[in-house]
């Protein structure tokens, strides 16, 4: 299976919401807003409703290199275009233009840069830590920093293998090269708000991370790191399945692939780093098909590197590490149906398939303790919802188990489907509420959403998540400042707020199902 079509299939729903490209709002010229970072002076420009800065250079780094600050220059540099992004495949989330090593980029928009102390929302985005850009358009933060009075900020991020490719002292000598990159560089972009976004009418003091897939991964691992304490204060965990983080052994045997392909010995890095960049994604694209066909890995992933991550997410969440920071996190209904695609195959599509992924994994006790609970099993939708629970419901679940004995957590479920996409067998899939938080529901992606919904319906349910985002940026809870909707989870209160044609607070939902899990050790 070649990396291409890995990558066309990968994100297949987002097809029907996401129109590619790297387009520029029309009237950029209405207004020219120069803002002074601790860098330099920056020009930006008006987006919809909002201004905006595109294609801020927040650092700079060599290949397998910690990010560096960028050098103040003199004069004002336009920023009214995105910048390049990570090297990747082309997907249905990759937006058109320049790919290059020399990726790291953000975007801000605020209402204004007055001097008015909003909340920041920091914006991580998904893609396997393989593919996506903060540039995606479906990530625009426009409506949300309008609707909300927030800035908004959106990042890239190193990918794959120049990203979160492992470097173990003891096998590469004392060649020089760095782990986790791609967190590293999310740390470097946090570092830079903090700095500098007082500047754009933001609180320097107030910021939330939040991040999709990956970058929900992404959220719940910047939790768990010692250098990113103090730079972020709320954070939100969008179907950001916080089980796969690589340990060393595993994210060793993953480098020593990528090596071979390249017909490199392991403890060669300089070799490595002088490697063309299209030798490397052709290396990457057979790593990622041989990941799929081979193993449970999949994708990239942060690594246990004793150093930026010192212990699994899960151990990581105690408050010497995760301080106080209050959590909202949640995941989709259907998370598997978008992996289980014929082509892709990421996932087991069929009870034997999925036997043979619970002996890999698990005793033969606990695989029948879980099927027993799943009155649909053995049938495809049985299995594509044990997949679900095991890789993105049940993580999360013990995750907020964790994470509430020391500071607010707050659940949800997005179970919103349609006829349409009951029909194709997609469903409430990996992905589907992205549009509804950040309000993106016109022009093209907009056209292809009310094909599955009713213009009404999109603006009712958007307005819910999008305000219950923006209340907990602002407030650290869901509710804002109105009647409690939306109650904390804890071990014995198991609130979860589902979001649906009529949303609603629920007690454990699908509690049989969780209560089977209990004691499951399969990671």
């Not at 990113?228 to 052994?249: N, Q, T, V």
């Amino acid at each position: 299976m070649q990396f291409s079509r890995f990558v066309k299939v990968y994100f297949i729903g987002y097809l029907m919401l996401c129109c590619v490209g790297n387009s520029q709002a029309t009237n950029d010229n209405i207004s020219s807003l120069v803002v002074e970072t601790k860098q330099g002076k920056i020009r930006g420009g008006m987006d919809k409703n909002s201004c905006v800065w595109r294609g801020i250079k927040y650092a700079e780094a060599e290949r397998f290199g910690v990010p560096k600050s960028v050098k103040h220059w003199e004069g004002v540099k336009d920023v009214v275009e995105f910048g390049a992004i990570a090297p990747q495949a082309k997907s249905s989330i990759t937006p058109d233009g320049l790919q290059s090593e020399d990726c790291l980029f953000l975007n801000v928009w605020s209402p204004a840069p007055d001097g008015k102390k909003r909340p920041v929302m920091f914006w991580i985005h998904g893609g396997g830590f393989v593919i996506g850009a903060g540039s995606a358009p479906l990530y625009h933060g426009d409506n949300l920093a309008t609707n909300g009075d927030v800035v908004v900020v959106t990042i890239n991020y190193r990918l794959g293998p120049l990203g979160f490719l492992y470097f173990k002292d003891s096998i590469y000598g004392n060649n020089s090269a760095e782990n986790n990159l791609g967190i590293r560089d999310q740390i470097a972009a946090l570092q830079w708000v903090k700095e500098n976004i007082a500047a754009f009418g933001g609180d320097p003091d107030n910021v939330t991370i939040f991040g999709e897939s990956a970058g929900g991964t992404s959220v719940e691992t910047l939790l768990s790191v010692n250098s990113a304490k103090g730079l972020f204060h709320r954070a939100i965990a969008e179907s950001g399945p916080p089980a796969i983080i690589w340990s060393p052994d595993i994210a060793m045997s993953v480098t020593k692939k990528f090596c071979s392909i390249l017909g490199l010995s392991p403890n060669d890095v300089s070799r490595l780093k002088a490697i063309p960049l299209d030798s490397i994604k052709a290396a990457e694209e057979i790593l990622l098909a041989y990941l799929v066909k081979e193993t449970n890995q999949k994708v990239f992933s942060p690594t246990i590197d004793g150093n930026v991550l010192t212990s699994d997410i899960f151990k990581c969440m105690k408050p010497d590490l995760a301080n106080k920071v209050d959590i909202m996190l949640g995941t989709n209904k259907n998370e598997a149906t978008m992996f289980a695609s014929k082509k892709l195959r990421m996932v087991p599509r069929t009870s034997q398939e999925l036997s043979k992924y619970f002996n890999e994994v698990t005793s033969p006790q606990s695989k029948e303790q879980v099927i027993a609970a799943y009155e649909n099993y053995p049938h495809k939708s049985g299995v594509l919802d044990i997949l679900t629970d095991a890789v993105f419901r049940i993580p999360a679940i013990r995750l907020a188990e964790c994470r509430s004995m020391y500071s607010s957590v707050y659940m949800y479920r997005f179970e919103w489907s349609s006829f349409l996409l009951n029909l194709s067998g997609m469903k409430s899939f990996h992905g589907l509420e992205i549009p509804f938080v950040f309000g993106n529901n016109e022009g093209h992606q907009g056209r292809l959403l009310r094909v599955i919904a009713t213009k009404k319906l999109i603006a009712r349910l958007s307005g819910e998540m999008q305000q219950s985002w923006i209340n907990f940026a602002r407030y650290g809870n869901p509710n804002g400042t109105k009647t409690e909707w939306w109650k904390k989870y804890t071990a014995d209160d198991r609130s979860t707020m589902i979001f649906s044609k009529h949303s609603k607070l629920v007690q454990d939902p699908d509690a049989k199902q969780r209560k089977a899990w209990e004691g499951v050790c399969y990671y």
